[in-house]
């Protein structure tokens, strides 16, 4: 089965660019998170997509916004680019448990490494 | 909303000792617990997970957690350390399937 898979592996902008990043979920996973890992701060959480539609937002400013597809990918787009928002850009992937309460644990994809000059 | 603690940023331990990795929690429901683990240059990989039912969990490469629901706690150990654990550990909580990281331990594992 494969997994979480995300492109491209490295993206290079200059400042006020716009990057647009993907992601493709494992098979029969509805949900998409985002996560933003800059130097020294952890894993930020973006945005969480699930069946099509904006579950959940991150303390991130609208510049940074994204969709998911019908077939469940989803893409990340970043406008007006900073230097501060190099980074490493990490997409998960979960399915609802059984029951439809909750959701089972995130799969990982390898990241995109977005470097803003 | 839910969030979690990491105590110490970073971690160091001698080759076969003990790893002892904290993790704290806050969350007005029952959580669902994670531990996952970075690599280098890598995306996160599931170490265990707590969700109901037993307080003991053991997940891969050797390491375990107890959830303590009294000390809102979820600390990672594994009894001997070994050189190809050193990486970087995230403790997470999730709540209706939002999920929030802690900030990270770095592990270093001395020879």
């Known amino acids: 089965e494969a997994g979480v898979t995300q492109s491209p592996t490295h993206l290079i902008k200059t400042r006020g660019q716009q990057a647009t990043l993907r992601c493709s979920p494992i098979s029969g996973h509805t949900s998409v998170y985002w996560y933003q890992q800059a130097l020294g701060l952890g894993l930020q959480f973006l945005l969480w997509y699930d069946e099509g539609e904006e579950r959940n937002r991150g303390n991130f400013p609208p510049r940074f916004s994204g969709r998911q597809f019908p077939n469940y990918s989803s893409e990340l787009n970043v406008n007006a680019l900073e230097l501060e928002d190099s980074a490493l850009y990490l997409c998960a992937s979960s399915a609802l448990l059984a029951g439809g309460l909750s959701y089972n644990e995130q799969f990982f994809g390898p990241g995109t490494r977005l470097t803003v000059l | 909303a839910q969030s979690v603690t990491q105590l110490g940023s970073h971690v160091s331990v001698s080759e076969g000792a003990l790893v002892l990795l904290r993790c704290n929690y806050s969350s007005s429901v029952p959580p669902y617990l994670f531990w996952y683990v970075q690599y280098p240059n890598q995306g996160l990989q599931l170490l265990l997970k707590?969700?109901?039912?037993?307080?003991l969990v053991k997940g891969i490469n050797g390491f375990e957690a107890e959830f303590k629901k009294s000390e809102t706690s979820f600390h990672l150990t594994k009894p001997s350390a070994h050189m190809s654990d050193a990486a970087e550990y995230f403790c997470?909580?999730?709540?209706?399937?939002?999920?929030?990281f802690g900030a990270g331990t770095r592990l270093t594992v001395k020879p």
């Open positions: 997470a909580v999730s709540v209706g399937g939002d999920m929030r």
């Open positions: 707590y969700t109901t039912g037993a307080t």
